[in-house]
């Protein structure tokens, strides 16, 4: 099958692209790494009359480190997979690349691609929940705007993007040394969507108490969602066997899973619980801050 006919723009820089998305709006669709894009199109799931072809506009493609670290919309995922400033400085987000598809899509998908189409199996919303990231958006004539990780995300494949805002690119806080972290998935075959995963990220203070804990699962909700009532309950306390299977299960309690044909509600809530206690498990072996069975 084809796609429906449409008109081509190449994108010389970003006030072009602000200015086509004024014009052209909600009949217009981004091409960056066109890994979603383009199958969509050839099954006409999307009929836009105008492309615009962003791949061009460098000033999206770079990552650097200013209070906090910056990832441009246009940067590919292989690109953060061996940027070893980023792999370094984002352990967590250096876990959790690889599981994104296979290594010729992550040479053409973009991190702004993969947030824009919010598929809630993939790793990159769960992993901004877990890190406390945000996104920013920008609109012509008018401030760039940024919206948290928590308040992006608004159901299936639905973002807080207007039609005539473009991602530009995403924000992440720098990583405390002391913290902990663990990304989970099950997957039907490598470098599928995930059924259910998981990313934590926790620490410990220096009593050994629990403190700054973020749990975000993916691939059981129409979104990504933070596990809010499970991060309260750990959040102050001391480490103990107990404690992180009243968390798992306090885990899977919160949630309301889909089902489809990949998987039950039932199912996705049990694998909540294994991968949350498995995830908490390996966070608190790496954390920096030494105590007892869990900090060695």
Known sequence: MKP???DYVAAKDVEHVLELLSEYGEDAKLLAGGQTLGPMLNLRLLSPAVIIDINQVAELGSYRLEKKWVIGALTRQSTVEDAPLITTA???VSEA???IANRSIRNRGTVGGSLAHADPAAEWGALLLALDGSIVLGRRGRPNRSVAAQDFFCGMFETAIEDDELLL????PTWREDYGWSFREVARRYGDFAVAGVACRLARNSKGLLEDVRLGLFGIDERPLRALRTESLLAGETVSDALLQSAAKEAASEIDPLSDLHGS????RELIELLVCQA???ALRRCATPGGQYGE
């Open 4 to 6: 429906a006919a449409f």
């Open 169 to 172: 690119e995403v924000q992440i």
């Open 280 to 282: 908490l498990v390996e």
């Open 97 to 99: 690349i690889p599981l």
């Open 90 to 92: 984002q352990p967590l």
């Open 265 to 268: 509600a039932e199912y996705r």
